[in-house]
């Protein structure tokens, strides 16, 4: 498997694993997470514009998708229930999608953000266990909750090498 920056002509085979990220995510009860047409084909095309986004492909076809940010991220500076095991430089994974689910996919991911700073943040919906699940199998502490700019919640999770 290889994770690279993605590139345009990608967009609509990443907005279709979005798609089938969200079909997932409401066959687990998750019916309000990435509502609506989110993420749209222009925040995806940004992503990508702007060197974020990042594809995880194996034998040319895609497998996953995510975006990197590097911290501080402003939803993160006041955390509630909770706090952030360190103020140290962090990486952020959002939007991350994975069709190819039990392969180690989310892992690499989650490496390869590590591997930029040393400290991933992430959030995730209380309704979407599998991606908690994910966090916590991979080494992720549950941090507490914090708000998004439109004020819906998420958990939060960090982990530090």
């Known amino acids: ?27 687990y009860g998750n019916k309000t997470q990435w509502a609506g047409n989110y993420p749209s084909a222009e925040l995806v095309t940004k992503d990508v514009t702007d060197g974020n986004c990042f594809v995880c492909a194996e034998g040319g076809k895609l497998i996953g998708v995510f975006c990197l940010f590097d911290g501080p991220d402003p939803t ?59 966090l916590l199998k991979n080494g992720f502490e549950k941090c507490g909750i914090i708000y998004l700019e439109n004020g819906d919640e998420r958990i939060a999770f960090c982990k530090t090498l």
């Open 76 to 134: 993160y500076a006041k955390i509630y229930d909770g706090a952030w095991p360190n103020d140290r430089d962090y990486s952020v994974i959002h939007r991350i999608a994975i069709l190819k689910r039990g392969a180690g996919v989310a892992e690499e991911c989650y490496k390869f953000g590590l591997s930029r700073k040393g400290v991933l943040r992430i959030d995730t919906h209380r309704d979407n266990k599998p991606m908690q699940k994910s």
């Open 1 to 27: 498997m290889v994770i690279r920056n993605a590139v345009r002509e990608e967009i609509d085979d990443i907005l279709a694993i979005y798609c089938e990220a969200k079909k997932f995510m409401r066959s």
